[in-house]
């Protein structure tokens, strides 16, 4: 088999994986993997359908019997079976026709094996795949609209109903009416402004270099309040009642900064690179990168970690981001830094164990939205949307977006999705392109 990648695959598998998944030859993670993958790639499902039809093919292959039937030597006269003669038996036209066409046929098919073997190409007119693959998928989602998030506002009166954007390129902070998708508010940052958390009386980001974190009204862009942490401030940020949650990964600390006073009133050490914060069960869930626990669970009212959950699935992967559903559960994003994939890991809050894991596949980025009906994340290299089922723990498609996406937000109903570029330090930053997305059904 080729090792050729196969032409538009979302997870660039080789025609070789592909094959040795349909002959059951995979170890069972990668197989799992794969079979997660094909109902939302298009590209590998027109591949099985080819695979399908040639098997057909080589099935009902008719082979004409030899002359004059099997387990004879049809050049011996039947008069001299006993010895070898130079007689030869007359073949009709016939039989010569029958052996023959047989004989072409079997070359042709092992011609278009080869073919699809070493050739990429979806473009071949097949069969109608095999019941146990989905010929047609429904679309997990639409793009309605691209906002651009430079472009001037329209009001300088914060909406309602709309959702704020840190624009790290352009060092902007930007809402957008999810009515309308009009720029209602845009405000200039520092340079060094890194993560956006937004209530409806304040906005709260903060600053790498400065090692500080700075509350903004969101009327005026004006900072209201300055609380000093530490620099090096490239980590989440989260929000509960009355509180603002943030990590560094400087010293492997989270703060709580008691949104009343302005003031720290907590610091909570945890493990080695906390990046990802969300707030769900009662409990502030952190994600850290370096150990082997790699989420903790922190009380809200206690300010206490009172679970360390190891997610490091035997010690291969990292803790990169963390969500949290309405029905409770807690969903992970892995990274496996040997391949550069990813898995998506359900956590049950009332056991703090782990009830599903999901193969996303490669280079998916740590932010995630948690929804009821699905779980979506997205992944920057391959530029797409994925949608996860929490109900069957799948992935069941993707969506294209044709630029990097880095940043998720969800409000009004729709996905927002926030294009990014890569630094001069290799980091992906957010920038000003804005996808509003509808969720399929």
């Known amino acids: 088999m080729s090792d050729a990648t196969i032409l538009e695959c979302t997870l660039n598998l080789s025609v070789e994986t592909l094959?040795?998944?349909?002959?059951?030859?995979?170890?069972?993670?990668?197989h799992e993997r794969v079979?997660?993958?094909?109902?939302?790639?298009?590209?590998?499902?027109?591949?099985?359908?080819?695979?399908?039809?040639?098997?057909?093919a080589l099935q009902t292959l008719s082979i004409p019997e030899p002359v004059g039937g099997y387990g004879r030597n049809p050049r011996l006269p039947s008069g001299n079976r006993g010895r070898w003669t130079n007689a030869r038996l007359p073949m009709g036209m016939q039989g010569w026709t029958g052996t023959l066409a047989a004989v072409l046929l079997l070359a042709t098919l092992v011609g278009l094996f080869a073919f699809f073997a070493s050739h990429r190409t979806?473009?071949?007119?097949?069969?109608?795949?095999?019941?146990?693959?989905?010929?047609?998928?429904?679309?997990?989602?639409?793009?309605t609209s691209i906002i651009d998030l430079t472009s001037s506002a329209t009001s300088t009166v914060p909406a309602a109903t709309g959702v704020w954007f840190l624009d790290a390129v352009d060092h902007r902070?930007?809402?957008?009416?999810?009515?309308?998708?009009?720029?209602?508010?845009?405000?200039?940052?520092?340079?060094?402004?890194?993560?956006?958390?937004?209530?409806?009386?304040?906005?709260?980001?903060?600053?790498?270099?400065?090692?500080?974190?700075?509350?903004?009204?969101?009327?005026?862009?004006?900072?209201?309040?300055?609380?000093?942490?530490?620099?090096?401030?490239?980590?989440?940020?989260?929000?509960s009642a009355n509180a603002v949650w943030v990590a560094s990964g400087t010293n492997n600390t989270i703060w709580r900064i008691d949104t009343r006073t302005n003031r720290v009133v907590a610091t909570i050490p945890v493990g080695?690179?906390?990046?990802?914060l969300a707030v769900g069960d009662g409990s502030l869930w952190v994600c850290t990168g370096h150990d082997?626990?790699?989420?903790?669970?922190?009380?809200?009212?206690?300010?206490?970690?009172?679970?360390?959950?190891?997610?490091?699935?035997?010690?291969?992967?990292?803790?990169?981001?963390?969500?949290v559903a309405p029905d409770g559960s807690v969903w992970v994003i892995n990274y496996y830094s040997d391949d550069d994939t990813n898995d998506l890991l359900r956590i049950n809050p009332q056991t703090n164990a782990i009830t599903a894991t999901v193969a996303l596949g490669k280079d998916v980025t740590f932010g995630l939205v948690a929804q009821a009906n699905?779980?979506?994340?997205?992944?920057?290299?391959?530029?797409?949307?994925?949608?996860?089922?929490?109900?069957?723990?799948?992935?069941?498609?993707?969506?294209?977006l044709k630029s990097q996406p880095v940043a998720m937000a969800l409000e009004g109903g729709a996905l927002w999705i926030q294009g990014g570029i890569t630094d001069d330090s290799g980091s992906l930053v957010a920038g000003g392109r804005l996808w509003r997305i509808t969720p399929g059904p």
């Open 19 to 30: 094959s040795a998944w349909r002959d059951n030859a995979l170890p069972a993670r990668e």
């Open 292 to 323: 082997t626990p790699g989420l903790w669970r922190i009380d809200l009212n206690t300010n206490r970690v009172v679970a360390k959950i190891d997610v490091s699935e035997n010690q291969t992967s990292q803790c990169g981001g963390v969500a």
């Open 374 to 400: 699905a779980i979506w994340a997205v992944s920057d290299v391959r530029q797409v949307l994925l949608r996860i089922d929490p109900q069957m723990n799948r992935l069941i498609g993707s969506l294209s």
């Open 272 to 276: 080695m690179f906390p990046r990802s």
């Open 173 to 239: 902070v930007t809402q957008v009416n999810s009515a309308d998708n009009d720029i209602v508010a845009s405000f200039p940052v520092p340079t060094d402004a890194y993560v956006l958390a937004s209530t409806a009386d304040a906005l709260w980001i903060t600053r790498n270099t400065a090692g500080t974190v700075e509350r903004l009204d969101p009327h005026t862009g004006q900072v209201v309040a300055t609380i000093p942490l530490l620099p090096h401030l490239r980590a989440g940020i989260a929000l």
């Open 35 to 56: 079979s997660a993958h094909l109902p939302g790639c298009a590209a590998c499902r027109t591949r099985l359908a080819q695979y399908d039809a040639m098997v057909h």
């Open 122 to 143: 979806t473009t071949t007119v097949l069969p109608t795949p095999t019941a146990s693959v989905t010929a047609t998928p429904t679309p997990i989602a639409n793009i």
